[in-house]
């Protein structure tokens, strides 16, 4: 190989690994039933108004860890949505997202064993929105989800009972791409 031809490639090879371990979702919510299918659905658009924003940002580095941060704006002021990774993909029914992910999967489904519907087997996070609908939340957990496994993060609506009772499900964020 020449050296004028080596050193026209040392710059390819210099460059990261084209399969990136963050990658990161925006979208504006739309009404599920938008003519071309949204990235991110809004199903109560008094909580998750249409054309609200969304930044979902994942982070898988660390070998055995996962990293995820939700930034939102445009959402109800002053509310707490519950959010969980889902098994399923976002659709027109807000049940198309199906249950939760699970690091160990419940072999009882739907899953209400605490032993697995527990923070450390799923991976859960509570956003709150200032005055303006602006929020950020950030949680993490010591493994990776498999690969497919985890297709949408879901807003719930919250409820009297408190933030980590999740509700009814108001927005949904596709995220197998």
């Keep these: 190989m020449t050296a004028p031809f080596a050193a026209a490639l040392l710059p390819l090879a210099l ?3 084209a399969t ?4 990161v979702v925006e979208a504006a919510f739309d009404p599920a039933t938008a003519f ?3 990235t991110a659905v809004s199903y109560a658009d008094d909580l998750v108004p249409y054309g609200s924003h969304v930044r979902v940002a994942t982070d898988r580095s660390v070998p055995g860890r996962t990293v995820l941060t939700v930034t939102v704006s445009g959402l109800a002021p002053d509310h707490e949505f519950p959010a969980h990774l889902h098994t399923g993909s976002c659709g027109a ?3 198309s997202s199906g249950p939760h992910y699970q690091d160990v999967v419940d072999p009882v489904q739907p899953s209400a064993d605490p032993a697995y519907a527990n923070r450390h087997n ?3 996070l509570v956003l709150r929105t200032d005055g303006h609908g602006r929020g950020t939340a950030t949680t993490a957990v010591d493994w990776q989800p498999r690969p497919g496994g985890a297709r949408s993060l879901v807003l719930h609506a919250g409820t009297p009972a408190g933030p980590h009772a999740a509700g009814d499900r108001v927005g949904c964020v596709k995220l197998d791409g």
């Design 20 to 23: 990136s371990r963050v990658s």
């Design 122 to 124: 799923e991976l859960r």
């Design 93 to 95: 029914d807000p049940a």
């Design 15 to 17: 460059l990261a690994p």
């Design 36 to 38: 071309v299918p949204p």
